[in-house]
């Protein structure tokens, strides 16, 4: 099984010889396809000193300005994060984890993100994951080196890699497609505008949003599911029109 449909995404990384650190780490576990988003200082010298060998996969490393343009192609997106949320959310630990992105990184790009060094990833990124990992560090001492929480991960994938039964273990069906990160914005924009339109957000509601979001996004949708639900979507957007229409109204739009 191979690792080159799994992404490692650093968000808006703060020091470039982390960046640097984590293509060595990457490189160890034979992980190839680095994304940066917004990073400060890079490239740079640290970066390219801490790499120690991995030069290629930091030179091939794609700088993106946002997170939707780094995980555009992505249908599964994990979220490293060291905090407890008081919206519940699905979370597992590094290995549990590390098995789902492999399943998934059959049919689908896989993205794995890790934020800032000092705040990790906000709310919003996080909203934009399937899942939430946690590495079970110690209470008194939580605070944990960025690519040393990479290298975890990527020798978790390794280790799943190498084992010869990880192949017979996929349980995603070949024949599904998940929607990529973009095509799910798409449909969440689509959504939003719906519901707008039929005043169910009557008023600018934020909170209420992300938690219809976030019943869509409790598990990756694949691109049929997309196609079903913006269908429907269209089909009240019809509807109303048509009934405005036929009222003499003008549609909000």
């Known amino acids: 099984m191979s690792l080159d ?3 490692v995404v650093l968000v808006r990384t703060t020091h470039p010889g982390n960046i640097g650190a984590t293509a060595r780490a990457m490189a160890n576990m034979g992980l190839r396809d680095l994304r940066l988003v917004d990073p400060l200082g890079f490239p740079g010298k640290e970066a390219t000193a801490r790499a120690v060998g991995a030069y290629e996969l930091l030179d091939n490393a794609k700088v993106y300005p946002s997170l939707d343009a780094a ?3 992505a249908g599964f997106v994990i979220g490293a994060t060291a905090r407890h949320r008081r919206i519940s959310w699905p979370c597992a630990d590094p290995e549990t984890a590390m098995q789902t992105a492999l399943r998934h990184s059959v049919t689908t790009k896989t993205a794995i993100l890790f934020g800032r060094e000092a705040s990790g990833l906000t709310n919003k990124e996080l909203d934009r994951c ?3 990992v946690r590495i079970p560090v110690d209470d008194q001492y939580p605070s944990l080196n960025l690519a040393s929480a990479v290298l975890i991960f990527c020798y978790e994938l ?9 192949s017979s273990e996929s ?3 070949s024949e599904t497609v998940l929607a990529s990160a973009a095509q ?4 969440f924009e689509h959504l939003e505008t719906v519901l707008n339109e039929i005043q169910f957000l009557k008023y600018p509601s934020s909170r209420l949003l992300r938690k219809i979001k976030r019943i869509f ?5 694949d ?8 269908g429907i979507l269209s089909s009240v957007q019809y509807v109303c029109r048509s009934r405005g229409a036929e009222n003499g109204e003008k549609y909000r739009s």
Do not use: M
Not at 158 to 166: E, G
Not at 217 to 221: A, H, N
């Open 223 to 230: 691109e049929q599911e997309i196609h079903i639900l913006r």
């Open 171 to 173: 349980s995603i069906n």
């Open 5 to 7: 449909n799994i992404a």
């Open 158 to 166: 390794r280790r799943l890699c190498v084992d010869s039964d990880a």
């Open 184 to 187: 799910v914005n798409a449909f």
């Open 71 to 73: 995980i555009t192609d």
């Open 130 to 132: 399937h899942l939430h």
């Open 217 to 221: 996004s409790k598990r990756p949708l």
